[in-house]
């Protein structure tokens, strides 16, 4: 997925994810996840050209109380609302931007939102504690 994101396929991304979260019932860490997701896949479409992106960010609640978000300064945040809301409005600050170190952030944040989601903690391959030798892994009669 950090390929993915890297890349700027955004709808690949999403995609991919939805692939591993259930159709419906997500947890709060799921949910921000596709979102923080889905906030770059509108961003990068405005940057584009696309303003029709702008009415679906503001159409969203979850997105439209990113962009509208207070001051308060709060570590914990995905995404910045200061940011969100200078790369939407203002046109001179994403001409300026560069937007292949966005994508790379943005791919770097992915495994802090793995973690908090616990749909993709739960089914993570746990290898024993133990040093492994070939016969623990190759089938039986193989040699």
């Keep these: 997925m950090k390929l993915l994101v890297t890349e700027g396929l955004w709808d690949d991304a999403l995609d991919y994810l939805d692939g591993f979260l259930p159709a419906c019932a997500r947890s709060f860490g799921?949910?921000?996840?596709?979102?923080?997701?889905?906030?770059?896949?509108?961003?990068?479409?405005?940057?584009?050209?696309?303003?029709?992106a702008l009415d679906a960010i503001l159409a969203d609640e979850w997105m439209r109380d990113v962009v509208y978000a207070g001051h308060a300064v709060n570590i914990?945040?995905?995404?910045?609302?200061?940011?969100?809301?200078?790369?939407?409005?203002?046109?001179?600050?994403?001409?300026?931007?560069?937007?292949?170190?966005?994508?790379?952030?943005?791919?770097?944040?992915?495994?802090?939102?793995v973690w908090l989601t616990p749909e993709l903690n739960r089914s993570r391959l746990r290898l024993p504690a133990r040093n492994l030798v070939p016969r623990d892994l190759l089938p039986v009669g193989l040699g």
């Excluded at 921000?32 to 050209?49: C, K, S, Y």
């Design 76 to 113: 914990n945040r995905v995404v910045d609302p200061v940011m969100a809301r200078s790369v939407l409005f203002l046109d001179n600050v994403r001409a300026c931007m560069n937007w292949e170190q966005v994508r790379s952030y943005a791919a770097d944040t992915l495994d802090r939102l």
């Design 30 to 52: 799921a949910q921000v996840f596709r979102n923080f997701l889905l906030m770059h896949r509108h961003i990068a479409a405005v940057v584009a050209g696309d303003r029709a």
